[in-house]
T-cell receptor, first 111, second 113 residues
Framework: GQNIDQPTEMTATEGAIVQINCTYQ??????LFWYQQHAGEAPTFLSY????GLEEKGRFSSFLSRSKGYSYLLLKELQMKDSASYLC????????????FGGGTRLMVKP | GAGVSQSPSNKVTEKGKDVELRCDPI?????LYWYRQSLGQGLEFLIY????????KSGLPSDRFSAERTGGSVSTLTIQRTQQEDSAVYLC???????????FGSGTRLTVV
């Protein structure tokens, strides 16, 4: 089966750095995604990793280790608007490119 | 259209009634997915359409759930004899073939009372 784990909630301070971890066990692997979802809104794409290493995109970076089944999303210079849920999702190399999602990490940024 | 459009945005229905949820994907996107998100939970895959191929219905939780996609574009998710446990946000997403990223709609929040 597919199993994707991430912390339920995290709290951080404006201006700080936060790392959201995700571990996965899937029958196959064809990439890992991070999505951001503000309350009541659609998830929006943040990053895609298919090879090991760090992908940097502005204040957001995502890391992948396929051998460890592990990824993290790093948010720097936190802003209040970064308060949202962050969803980790894996493409397990199935025919339909369906994504399996973790439960999401609700991040609260405090002043 | 410019994005994935879903309607209605909110639906309150009585237990036992049927509901229809609509998804209008991005023009040209051949892949369409339905997911369900219960309060505080992750996204649960329901069904997948790709072009004219038979849909993958492996995620549908019961035979009360069905979906169709007409003309390779608009999709309708139907829930018959709704139950309180069906209350959730139903999200639709579309993508291009070979594109691993989805674009999600804003969802339909279904409340069964």
């Amino acid at each position: 089966g597919q199993n994707i784990d991430q912390p339920t909630e995290m709290t951080a301070t404006e201006g700080a750095i936060v790392q959201i971890n995700c571990t996965y066990q899937t029958s196959g692997f064809n990439g890992l995604f991070w999505y951001q979802q503000h309350a009541g809104e659609a998830p929006t794409f943040l990053s895609y990793n298919v090879l090991d290493g760090l992908e940097e995109k502005g204040r957001f970076s995502s890391f992948l280790s396929r051998s460890k089944g592990y990824s993290y999303l790093l948010l720097k210079e936190l802003q209040m608007k970064d308060s949202a849920s962050y969803l980790c999702a894996v493409n397990s190399n199935n025919a339909g490119n369906m994504l399996t999602f973790g439960g999401g990490t609700r991040l609260m940024v405090k002043p | 259209g410019a994005g994935v459009s879903q309607s209605p945005s909110n639906k309150v229905t009585e237990k036992g009634k049927d509901v229809e949820l609509r998804c209008d994907p991005i023009s040209g996107h051949t892949a369409l997915y339905w997911y369900r998100q219960s309060l505080g939970q992750g996204l649960e895959f329901l069904i997948y359409f790709q072009g004219n191929s038979a849909p993958d219905k492996s995620g549908l939780p019961s035979d009360r759930f069905s979906a169709e996609r007409t003309g390779g574009s608009v999709s309708t998710l139907t829930i018959q004899r709704t139950q309180q446990e069906d209350s959730a946000v139903y999200l639709c997403a579309s993508s291009l073939v070979g594109d691993y990223g989805y674009t999600f709609g804003s969802g339909t929040r279904l409340t069964v009372v």
